[in-house]
């Protein structure tokens, strides 16, 4: 007979659905132990082909802009029609304290308390590669549990948001309602990644002006060059309010709509046969980087060899192959 590996009863777990089982499998692989690290690899081994996919939809937005609000009774709806709903927070900067963690869970409330949610705040991990890796790992272990929707919260920070789209299906940009000068405000690298904007807060006083940043968004995204993984009339703008909860329903149906369509062209396990390839190199770069600067002795030769290029002895090119060469073996 063979020995049980001491993943064996977290991937039961996990293949049964358990959130006890996931939360513990998401802390290992959020944790940078060397051994953890071995156990972690072996369990997303052994999750492999379970064959399902849930909807990853990447959130971004600034500060403020309602994202919890807005994860809180999104969320809440797709739970009540039955949907096994995660929300993994991607958060690079040391920005988020603990106290908004904390607001957080109480902006979450309902649907923390959901036994098909499913919540995880972003651990304190400052660097974007660790995190970036926690989460594509997070997003496996929740897809492995059989979760139907997994969103992916990210802050509207330049980087993250680029990482964040290259792991999720769909891209979702939250954005407040405001003037048309505002307009220019959002980064065009942005725009070019969001699927569907919505325009949060259109209630009470904001709502007419909410509408007219629809219409804005709306006039600037048919302006964008037409892109290959879109049917006609996406990206698309559209009113939301999270607190009042309208707009939702119109909100999912696109996503749905959206990611159908994906589906039934190719694009879907294109998108993802890309996504997988990104993260295999991704993963190679950041591998050689820790091996160049991870022992003593390659650091020390890495210091060597920079100053030697400092200094005009050698030429950066002659330098970096030494210190590859370094390498082998
Ligand atoms: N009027 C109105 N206010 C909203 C709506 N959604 C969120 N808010 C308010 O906007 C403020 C910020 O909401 P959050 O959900 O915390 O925003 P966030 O994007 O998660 O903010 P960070 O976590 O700081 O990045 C809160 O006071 C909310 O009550 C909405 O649909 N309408
Ligand atoms: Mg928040």
């Known amino acids: ?11 039961a777990g996990i293949l049964v659905g358990e959130r006890r089982a996931l939360a513990r499998a998401v802390t290992l692989v959020e944790s940078t132990r060397a051994d953890h690290r ?11 082909g379970h064959g399902r996919q849930a909807l990853r939809i990447g959130l971004s937005g600034t500060p403020g802009v309602g994202k919890s609000t807005f994860i809180e009774s999104f969320g809440m709806m797709l739970v009540e029609q039955g949907l ?3 929300v993994l927070a991607v958060d690079p900067s040391s920005a988020r304290s603990g106290g908004s963690i904390l607001g957080d869970k109480t902006r979450m409330e309902q649907l923390s308390r959901q036994p098909n949610a499913f919540i995880r705040p972003s651990p304190s991990m400052s660097h974007l ?12 272990l929740c897809e492995a549990a059989g979760f139907d929707v997994i969103i992916i919260e990210t802050v509207g920070v330049g980087q993250s948001e680029t990482m964040v789209a290259e792991m ?9 309602p405001a003037g048309g000068d505002e307009l220019q405000g959002v980064k065009r690298g942005i725009m070019e990644i969001a699927d569907i904007i919505l325009i949060n807060k259109a209630d009470g006083d904001l709502k007419s002006t909410a509408m007219r940043t629809v219409a804005d968004y709306s006039g600037a995204l048919r302006l964008l060059r037409k892109r290959p993984q879109d049917p006609e009339g996406f990206p698309k703008a559209l009113p939301v309010s999270a607190v009042v909860g309208s707009g939702l329903e119109p909100a999912w149906d696109e996503m ?4 159908e369509w994906r589906k039934e062209s190719g694009h879907w396990d294109a998108r993802r046969a890309e996504q ?3 993260w295999f190199e991704e993963e190679v770069r950041s591998g050689l980087l820790a091996r160049l600067t991870g022992d003593a002795s390659m650091r020390a030769k890495m210091a060597q060899l920079g100053a030697a290029v ?3 002895e050698t030429s950066p090119d002659a330098a970096a192959a030494e210190a590859l060469a370094g390498l082998k073996g």
Do not use: I, N, W
């Open 256 to 259: 749905q709509a959206l990611a």
């Open 276 to 278: 997988a390839r990104h």
């Open 168 to 176: 999720c299906d769909l891209f979702v940009l939250l954005l407040a």
């Open 310 to 312: 400092a200094k005009g």
């Open 84 to 86: 096994r709903v995660a």
């Open 38 to 48: 071995k156990t972690a690899t072996a369990l997303l081994e052994g999750l492999r």
């Open 1 to 11: 007979m063979t020995e049980p590996r001491p993943t064996d009863d977290l991937s």
């Open 129 to 140: 590669g660790g995190v970036s890796r926690r989460t594509r790992e997070a997003v496996s």
